[in-house]
């Protein structure tokens, strides 16, 4: 137990839907990430929050709409994706978004079909 | 820009057998930090070692250990007398010097996946 929960653990969603990934840390951080796993590349960071404030957007798709409503709570509310965007997204926090050790949740499967 | 390569996509021993996950990275930062984490089946990273980059010291924590170069640009990581709990992915991961930088946020490797056969 990392004290990052993630849910659902997997979704699968045709290309015309709206769902959302939840993430909620229990550890007190002010940083939030999303981070994406495609089975043929690195991790890659999408979206940093630092006390409620984006301050990274790492040319992230309009169809992915981060929201942080406080600290402990960060959304990835997703619409038309395409089959591309099938991957492990992981959420994952910090103290501070310069503190550089993250604790990460255990990621939602997303297929897209 | 940072880069994190890890050459080896998979690897896979029996055993009890030492094994080495080998890592070179790239960044223009006089200061930076170095990372380990482990993906088990799970799925979620699990944090195993930070190194700033002014500690060239080598780390030792029971049967990890990790071997740090700046010469070379590397940061390898050993497993001594491997288990079959040790099998997942191992990621390595930098991060810039933070603060008002830009490159707070961690640059991953590709993984390696270590398999463990009893």
């Known amino acids: 137990e990392t004290g990052v929960t993630q849910t659902p653990r997997h979704l699968v969603m045709g290309m015309t839907n709206k769902k959302s990934l939840k993430c909620e840390q229990h550890?007190?951080?002010?940083?939030m990430y999303w981070y994406k796993q495609s089975a043929k590349k690195p991790l890659e960071l999408m979206f940093v929050y630092n006390f409620k404030e984006q301050t990274e957007n790492n040319s992230v798709p309009s169809r992915f709409s981060p929201e942080c409503p406080n600290s402990s709570h960060l959304f990835l509310h997703l619409h038309t994706l395409q089959p591309e965007d099938s991957a492990l997204y992981l959420c994952?926090?910090?103290?501070?978004?310069?503190?550089?050790?993250?604790?990460f949740g255990s990621g939602t499967q997303l297929s897209v079909l | 820009a940072q880069k994190v390569t890890q050459a080896q996509t998979e690897i896979s021993v029996v055993e009890k057998e030492d094994v080495t996950l080998d890592c070179v990275y790239e960044?223009?930062?006089?200061?930076?930090?170095l990372f380990w984490y482990k993906q088990p089946p799970s799925g979620e990273l699990v944090f195993l070692i930070r190194r700033n980059s002014f500690d060239e010291q080598n780390e030792i924590s029971g049967r990890y250990s990790w071997n740090f170069q700046k010469s070379t640009s590397s940061f390898n990581f050993t497993i001594t007398a491997s288990q079959v709990v040790d099998s997942a992915v191992y990621f390595c991961a930098l991060s810039g010097p933070g603060v008002d930088t830009g490159r707070r946020a961690l640059t991953f490797g590709s993984g390696t996946r270590l398999q463990v056969q009893p």
């Open positions: 994952a926090s910090s103290q501070t978004s310069n503190s550089a050790k993250l604790f």
């Open positions: 550890l007190g951080h002010n940083a």
């Open positions: 960044t223009r930062d006089t200061t930076y930090y």
